[in-house]
Nanobody, 118 residues
Framework: QVQLVESGGGTVQPGGSLRLSCAASGISFIFYDMGWYRQAPGKERELVAAFTRAGSTNYADSVKGRFTISRHNANNSVYLQMNSLKHEDTAVYSC????????????WGQGTQVTVSS
């Protein structure tokens, strides 16, 4: 049974920081591209950051320079360090695992709420 379990969400003031964690089980983690997505109310889900199995990263323009994605293959985990948070970062953040050799193999976590509020 595949599980992606996110943690680390919460409420933070503008300019603050949060670190999200995603622990994966039931998959051969090293073979998967891992990503963080977010969905704000009334908006479509968007890719925030991705860390491929080959070791490359990419970020949404809106978070470049503020967010950092990392992965720890030995722990089957991916992280998202979020700094200088803004009101517009408020969303449900979800972890995704995608097998690059077969896009139909695609798993999602349940999501964690991040609220940036003064």
């Amino acid at each position: 049974q595949v599980q992606l379990v996110e943690s680390g969400g919460g409420t933070v003031q503008p300019g603050g920081s949060l670190r999200l964690s995603c622990a994966a089980s039931g998959i051969s983690f090293i073979f998967y591209d891992m990503g963080w997505y977010r969905q704000a109310p009334g908006k479509e889900r968007e890719l925030v950051a991705a860390f491929t199995r080959a070791g490359s990263t990419n970020y949404a323009d809106s978070v470049k320079g503020r967010f950092t994605i990392s992965r720890h293959n030995a722990n089957n985990s991916v992280y998202l360090q979020m700094n200088s948070l803004k009101h517009e970062d408020t969303a449900v953040y979800s972890c995704n695992a995608r097998l690059p050799t077969n896009n139909r193999v695609n798993y999602w976590g349940q999501g964690t709420q991040v609220t940036v509020s003064s």
